[in-house]
Structure formats: structure tokens, C-alpha cells
């Protein structure tokens, strides 16, 4: 491997020497606060690693090919910012979460655990971004996930978990593990039928190969769907959906935020990846399944979000039907293809953050002991905590109502850019059946987001005083929403700085 190369992966060689860096420091000295600081030092260190490499890139040097395995453009370092960014968000989300159980280092007690399965977990979603090759596809695949598998259980691994904590956590990590090994199976099933029909693994070959009369063969056309599928269950579209809701509820909120998050970004990296650089998006069998999926994921996730009490469970449907608005985006091809879904994921990320943020916050430090298994409980009509939560916490409530506008795509917020973006695009493919999904999809989604918005600005004196005993939101929570608040407002009343830096990707 020549420096060059060396150079372009300088994000991914960041990331790996911080996990054994931090691995040698917790076998030495056990200190959840020092497990943190050196996380997010890792993380920040990772994202200058990637603004560097991406201010090499220029200057007739587009990308670097970093082996048959990974290629590093800027496409691919926007994405891994953007991941390593969305971690740190979450580590100080996980250290709130930790926190309010008092977990310390003990021989029962490892939090600093959390950190380095947060760090795998990063490194996964980053190769994934800058993924080539079938290979490379499949291993950073299962990092991700195996790093998922004792984060959604990790309530199992100390004394400070409740026992209502514990039960719901091991089936949330049974439901994932057994369903995300089918289909993995199922992956890589396909990515051999891709082979066998076109003797190759590198997808600008698969692209080469697929010109001929292997585009057309049953083997690439079984491959091509088994491989999609694999990649809708990582993005949780419809029908591959049925372990979303309750591995949302059962998780550790900022691992649910995670997923929601990290997870499905890096699915959409490599699936952008995939269609562009394989030749696959511009093929009948791939359009044909993403459309499916699409409008089946808007429908679907709206109308079951309709009839969703509790607010993680609400948020996961409406999760699967904003990956079906994304995928609208994959679906046209050439740069405003790629923008848009670009633009539409960046909203996505910063305000699912936002509302899962929120949440943690409130049922993991805002509540006594006594509320805290109820908090993620959410009623719109009935006594919850939610309920009347604007007058109990300004900031949370007011910080809560901007991210359930933007998911509804209000104009204001960066949601209602991005689901612009996803209109603009449908209609320059001429997409009508799609459009007419996302219509109907949004107006579904205004009504259950407008009812738990008015939620929270009811007036409810009983349930505030039943509360005074609250808890004190840690200071680094509420920094960390106000942050993603100002995001979210900044880049919807002021879209075109973001607009021309994705234009000048693809230019």
C-alpha cells in the first residue's frame, strides 16, 4: 500500500488506533469519565483526519483507491464526518444514560464497554461508506452489526439496570441477532449469485461485466434481490421491518438512536455506493424492487405510526417511513439523485438525533425512579409525562416540538428542505406513483406529529406536580440538543451553503 493510500484511509487508521488505545486504558485504569474523554478524542480526531484527507482531494485527484477494497472520495468523507459526527452525539447521550443508573467501573460494572462497541460500531459504518468491493461490503456489514448485538442487551452486563430494563433489552437483542444472521445468510447468498453470474467481486467490474448478457441472467437477477433485501432489513423497509418497533422500545435509548442513526446511514452510504458504481441502479429489476419497497415503507410506516401510544415505538415507524422517502432518491439516477438523497439524509440524521436525544433525556435523567420505566410510555391522551412537557422543561419541550416539525417537513426546518429535495427528485424521474406515496405519506405523518406536538404543550398542573421531585438534566444533554436544535433551524432557513457544497460533490 503506497503513502497515498496510507493517507486516504487516515480516517479509518484514526478510529482503529483509538479502539486498541482505548482498550489498553481501560485493562489499566477504570474510569467512565476518561473512557469518554478518550472517545471523544478518537471521534475528533477521526473527523480532522477526514476534513484533511478531503482537502487532498481536488486537483485531478477525484478519489483514491485505496486497494480493491475501499475508494475514498468526497462523497464518502462527507459521509464518514457525518457518521463520526452522529457518534459523538451519541456517546454523550450514553454517558447521560449511564449516568442516571450510577454505574461506576466495578467487577460487576464495565460502562467503559459501551464506548469501545460505539467506536467498532463507527469503524464499520466508516468503511462501509468507503466500501468497492463485495468484501469490504460484507465485513464492515457485520462489524456493524456485531458491535449492535451486546450494545441492544447491554442492561445485561451490570447491577445498575433495573430488572423492567433488562427484559425488554435481551429480547430487543434476540429479536435483532437471529433476524439481522438470516439475513446476512441471505446477503451473502446474493453477492455469490452476483459472482457466479458475473465472475467478479470489485463493483466498477460487476459494472463491466453486467453490459453483457450477465445483466439479463436469472443468477443476477436472484442476486440482485437477495442483496437488496439484505440492505432493507439494515434500513428496516417495508416488509422487512417487523423487528423495528421492538428493538426501538427494548433498547438503551442512545442505542436506539444508534441504530436509527448510524446504522441506517451507512446502509444508505453503501447502497449509494452500490447502485452508482455497480451499474445496478440502472437496472429494471433494481428500480423495480426500490419502488416497491419505497411506497410500501411510506404507506406503511405512517399508517402503523398512527396507531403508536408509546413515543420510541411512534418513532420507529416513522423512521421506516422516512428511509422510504430516502429511497425515493436512489431511484433517479445521475447527481441530483445522489444530492438529494444526501441532503434528505443529512436531515434525517440531525433530527432523529434531536427527538431521540429528547427522549433519553427525559426517561433516562428527567424523571424519578419511580417514573423512569413509564417516561418512554407516551399517551398523547392521556396523563403522561410527556404531556404539558413544554411548561415542565422549556428547553426539552421546545427543542422536542422543532424535531417532531422538521420530521413533519414544516417549512422553517430542514426537514421541509429535504423533503423538498425528495419531491424535486421524484418528479424529474417522472416517479408519479412514488410522488403520490409521499404525498399521502405526509399527510398521515402531520397527523400523529401534530398530535403529539400538542401534547406537549398541554397544560397539565397535576402530572408538573407529581414531578417536582425531577431529576436535573445533565448540562452536556441540553447543550448537546440546543446544538441540534440550532442545526436543524440554521440549515432550513439558511439551506443554500449546504445546497452548493453537495452540488459541488458531483461537479
Same mark, same amino acid.
Given at each position: 500500500?503506497?503513502?497515498?493510500?496510507?493517507?486516504?484511509?487516515?480516517?479509518?487508521?484514526?478510529?482503529?488506533?483509538?479502539?486498541?488505545?482505548?482498550?489498553?486504558?481501560?485493562?489499566?485504569?477504570?474510569?467512565?469519565?476518561?473512557?469518554?474523554?478518550?472517545?471523544?478524542?478518537?471521534?475528533?480526531?477521526?473527523?480532522?483526519?477526514?476534513?484533511?484527507?478531503?482537502?487532498?482531494?481536488?486537483?485531478?485527484?477525484?478519489?483514491?483507491?485505496?486497494?480493491?477494497?475501499?475508494?475514498?472520495?468526497?462523497?464518502?468523507?462527507?459521509?464518514?464526518?457525518?457518521?463520526?459526527?452522529?457518534?459523538?452525539?451519541?456517546?454523550?447521550?450514553?454517558?447521560?444514560?449511564?449516568?442516571?443508573?450510577?454505574?461506576?467501573?466495578?467487577?460487576?460494572?464495565?460502562?467503559?464497554?459501551?464506548?469501545?462497541?460505539?467506536?467498532?460500531?463507527?469503524?464499520?459504518?466508516?468503511?462501509?461508506?468507503?466500501?468497492?468491493?463485495?468484501?469490504?461490503?460484507?465485513?464492515?456489514?457485520?462489524?456493524?452489526?456485531?458491535?449492535?448485538?451486546?450494545?441492544?442487551?447491554?442492561?445485561?452486563?451490570?447491577?445498575?439496570?433495573?430488572?423492567?430494563?433488562?427484559?425488554?433489552?435481551?429480547?430487543?437483542?434476540?429479536?435483532?441477532?437471529?433476524?439481522?444472521?438470516?439475513?446476512?445468510?441471505?446477503?451473502?447468498?446474493?453477492?455469490?449469485?452476483?459472482?457466479?453470474?458475473?465472475?467478479?467481486?470489485?463493483?466498477?467490474?460487476?459494472?463491466? %461485466?453486467?453490459? &453483457?448478457? *450477465? =445483466?439479463?441472467?436469472? $443468477?443476477?437477477?436472484?442476486? !440482485? /434481490?437477495?442483496?437488496? +433485501?439484505?440492505?432493507?432489513?439494515?434500513?428496516?423497509?417495508?416488509?422487512?421491518?417487523?423487528?423495528?418497533?421492538?428493538?426501538?422500545?427494548?433498547?438503551?435509548?442512545?442505542?436506539?438512536?444508534?441504530?436509527?442513526?448510524?446504522?441506517?446511514?451507512?446502509?444508505?452510504?453503501?447502497?449509494?455506493?452500490?447502485?452508482?458504481?455497480?451499474?445496478?441502479?440502472?437496472?429494471?429489476?433494481?428500480?423495480?424492487?426500490?419502488?416497491?419497497?419505497?411506497?410500501?415503507?411510506?404507506?406503511?410506516?405512517?399508517?402503523?405510526?398512527?396507531?403508536?401510544?408509546?413515543?420510541?415505538?411512534?418513532?420507529?415507524?416513522?423512521?421506516?417511513?422516512?428511509?422510504?422517502?430516502?429511497?425515493?432518491?436512489?431511484?433517479?439516477?445521475? %447527481?441530483?439523485? &445522489?444530492? *438529494? =438523497?444526501?441532503?434528505? $439524509?443529512?436531515?434525517?440524521? !440531525? /433530527?432523529?438525533?434531536? +427527538?431521540?436525544?429528547?427522549?433519553?433525556?427525559?426517561?433516562?435523567?428527567?424523571?424519578?425512579?419511580?417514573?423512569?420505566?413509564?417516561?418512554?410510555?407516551?399517551?398523547?391522551?392521556?396523563?403522561?409525562?410527556?404531556?404539558?412537557?413544554?411548561?415542565?422543561?422549556?428547553?426539552?419541550?421546545?427543542?422536542?416540538?422543532?424535531?417532531?416539525?422538521?420530521?413533519?417537513?414544516?417549512?422553517?426546518?430542514?426537514?421541509?428542505?429535504?423533503?423538498?429535495?425528495?419531491?424535486?427528485?421524484?418528479?424529474?424521474?417522472?416517479?408519479?406513483?412514488?410522488?403520490?406515496?409521499?404525498?399521502?405519506?405526509?399527510?398521515?405523518?402531520?397527523?400523529?406529529?401534530?398530535?403529539?406536538?400538542?401534547?406537549?404543550?398541554?397544560?397539565?398542573?397535576?402530572?408538573?406536580? *407529581?414531578?417536582?421531585?425531577?431529576?436535573?438534566?445533565?448540562?452536556?444533554?441540553?447543550?448537546?440538543?440546543?446544538?441540534?436544535?440550532?442545526?436543524?433551524?440554521?440549515?432550513?432557513?439558511?439551506?443554500?451553503?449546504?445546497?452548493?457544497?453537495?452540488?459541488?460533490?458531483?461537479?
Amino acid at each position: 500500500m503506497t503513502i497515498m493510500e496510507l493517507h486516504a484511509i487516515l480516517p479509518l487508521l484514526t478510529l482503529t488506533g483509538g479502539i486498541v488505545c482505548l482498550m489498553l486504558q481501560v485493562a489499566f485504569f477504570r474510569s467512565h469519565g476518561a473512557a469518554l474523554g478518550t472517545t471523544l478524542v478518537v471521534l475528533l480526531l477521526a473527523i480532522c483526519a477526514s476534513l484533511l484527507v478531503a482537502a487532498g482531494l481536488g486537483n485531478g485527484i477525484p478519489s483514491v483507491q485505496a486497494t480493491a477494497l475501499l475508494l475514498v472520495d468526497r462523497q464518502a468523507l462527507l459521509l464518514c464526518t457525518l457518521l463520526l459526527l452522529a457518534g459523538v452525539a451519541v456517546a454523550i447521550l450514553g454517558r447521560s444514560y449511564l449516568r442516571s443508573r450510577a454505574i461506576i467501573p466495578s467487577a460487576t460494572d464495565h460502562p467503559e464497554a459501551f464506548y469501545i462497541l460505539l467506536l467498532l460500531c463507527l469503524l464499520g459504518a466508516c468503511t462501509l461508506a468507503c466500501a468497492s468491493h463485495f468484501a469490504s461490503f460484507f465485513l464492515a456489514l457485520e462489524l456493524v452489526g456485531l458491535s449492535l448485538y451486546p450494545l441492544l442487551g447491554f442492561p445485561l452486563t451490570g447491577n445498575g439496570f433495573a430488572a423492567q430494563e433488562r427484559e425488554p433489552a435481551m429480547e430487543s437483542a434476540i429479536k435483532y441477532l437471529l433476524l439481522s444472521a438470516l439475513t446476512s445468510a441471505l446477503g451473502l447468498f446474493g453477492i455469490a449469485l452476483v459472482y457466479g453470474a458475473t465472475g467478479a467481486l470489485e463493483f466498477a467490474a460487476v459494472a463491466a %461485466a453486467i453490459e &453483457g448478457p *450477465a =445483466a439479463a441472467s436469472g $443468477l443476477m437477477q436472484a442476486g !440482485v /434481490t437477495l442483496v437488496l +433485501a439484505a440492505m432493507a432489513f439494515k434500513l428496516s423497509l417495508v416488509p422487512f421491518h417487523i423487528w423495528t418497533p421492538d428493538v426501538y422500545q427494548g433498547a438503551p435509548t442512545p442505542v436506539t438512536a444508534l441504530i436509527a442513526t448510524v446504522s441506517k446511514a451507512a446502509a444508505v452510504a453503501i447502497l449509494l455506493r452500490l447502485l452508482t458504481l455497480s451499474g445496478l441502479g440502472e437496472e429494471t429489476i433494481t428500480t423495480s424492487l426500490l419502488t416497491v419497497l419505497a411506497v410500501a415503507s411510506i404507506l406503511g410506516g405512517n399508517l402503523l405510526a398512527l396507531m403508536q401510544d408509546d413515543v420510541k415505538r411512534l418513532l420507529a415507524y416513522s423512521s421506516i417511513a422516512h428511509i422510504g422517502y430516502l429511497a425515493v432518491a436512489l431511484l433517479i439516477d445521475g %447527481a441530483f439523485g &445522489g444530492e *438529494a =438523497a444526501l441532503y434528505y $439524509l443529512i436531515a434525517y440524521i !440531525v /433530527t432523529t438525533l434531536g +427527538a431521540f436525544a429528547t427522549v433519553s433525556l427525559v426517561a433516562d435523567e428527567a424523571v424519578t425512579d419511580v417514573d423512569r420505566h413509564n417516561a418512554a410510555g407516551m399517551d398523547p391522551c392521556a396523563g403522561t409525562y410527556f404531556a404539558g412537557l413544554f411548561w415542565r422543561a422549556p428547553l426539552l419541550g421546545g427543542c422536542f416540538a422543532a424535531m417532531l416539525l422538521s420530521l413533519a417537513g414544516i417549512p422553517l426546518t430542514i426537514g421541509f428542505i429535504g423533503k423538498f429535495y425528495i419531491f424535486a427528485a421524484g418528479i424529474e424521474g417522472e416517479l408519479w406513483l412514488v410522488i403520490s406515496a409521499v404525498i399521502v405519506g405526509s399527510a398521515l405523518g402531520l397527523f400523529y406529529y401534530l398530535r403529539l406536538l400538542l401534547a406537549l404543550f398541554r397544560r397539565d398542573h397535576q402530572r408538573a406536580a *407529581a414531578n417536582g421531585t425531577a431529576r436535573q438534566v445533565s448540562l452536556d444533554g441540553q447543550l448537546l440538543l440546543l446544538v441540534l436544535s440550532v442545526t436543524l433551524l440554521a440549515l432550513g432557513v439558511f439551506p443554500q451553503p449546504l445546497i452548493n457544497w453537495l452540488h459541488a460533490l458531483y461537479t
